[in-house]
């Protein structure tokens, strides 16, 4: 339910006619709005009812739904443009439930995930009820309901290296974010990621072209900090800690460039 409400005056028009009406604002978050089904009602009434528009002097009546399904029932094929859909593609994949902790974690499969590029505002008091679909090694977070909307992605804490068979299998449909495109950036240049602290680091403002720059600038001292490592499980670590170090280096530097 909506919480205060105000009410206001004003005026629409429709041709020289001046009618008077009341406008009530109300104070309503916008998951409650969701949830109260207003959203829905307005849908329908919209694409229910006749609505009127005027196209050199002649007014002509239509319903949006009717609209619609007479222009629906004349077409036998409908192609797409993949790059106009692509965000509606995350829809189709299978979804379970799952909970975004206060702390934006999510346990699953045995694996904790951090929520990254969320257009929602979780809760920092209590855990929130989702849905979720695994795909590429990340999460794709959505509203616990039947239609819920996009809210945002998880990555795992911590990355595992992929076999080349495993890397061809990627589902090409979902694009990889641009922390994802860092962490097969460096991983490729044989570090081991702490998506956490990459995370943070982006927060911050590195970007996928930073990084690639960072790691040009830095190379050959990557390249002799491998060989100090007299164990070798550790160099995608040791590796990873220097980039890291690099990129405090980088960004405070362009910081104070811009402060001149």
């Known amino acids: 339910m909506p919480g205060k409400t ?24 916008i998951d409650k709005l969701r949830q109260s089904g207003l959203l829905d009602q307005y849908r329908r009434k919209h694409n229910e009812n006749a609505h009127y528009f005027s196209e050199r002097g002649q007014v002509t009546r239509f319903v949006p ?19 106009l859909i692509s965000n509606f593609m995350r829809y189709g994949f ?3 439930k799952a909970k975004v902790t206060k702390g934006k974690n999510i346990r699953y499969n045995n694996q904790d ?12 008091q209590v855990s929130t009820q989702v849905k979720i679909s695994e795909v590429n090694d990340k999460l794709l977070i959505f509203e616990d309901k039947k239609d819920g909307i996009f809210l945002g992605e998880a990555l795992p804490t911590q990355r595992k290296t992929k076999s080349q068979s495993e890397l061809t299998n990627t589902n090409k449909s979902i694009k ?20 956490i602290t990459l995370i943070e680091e982006h927060k911050k403002g590195l970007t996928f072209q930073n990084v690639i720059k960072i790691y040009e600038i830095n190379c050959v001292n990557y390249n002799k900090l491998a060989e100090q490592v007299n164990d070798k499980s550790k160099i ?3 590796l990873f800690n ?19």
């Open 6 to 29: 105000k009410v206001g005056r004003s005026y629409i028009y429709s041709g020289k006619k001046r009618t008077k009406i009341t406008i009530t604002y109300l104070d309503i978050k």
């Open 65 to 83: 739904q009717n609209r619609f399904s007479e222009y629906m029932s004349k077409v036998t094929t409908i192609k797409f443009n993949p790059k």
């Open 94 to 96: 299978d979804k379970i």
């Open 113 to 124: 995930y951090y929520v990254i590029n969320s257009t929602y505002k979780f809760s920092t």
């Open 176 to 195: 990889a974010n641009e922390i994802e495109q860092m962490s097969i950036y460096l991983e490729s240049k044989g570090m081991v990621i702490n998506s």
């Open 236 to 238: 995608g670590f040791a």
């Open 242 to 260: 220097g980039f890291i170090i690099d990129c405090g280096r980088y960004q405070s530097n362009n910081n104070k460039e811009k402060l001149k």
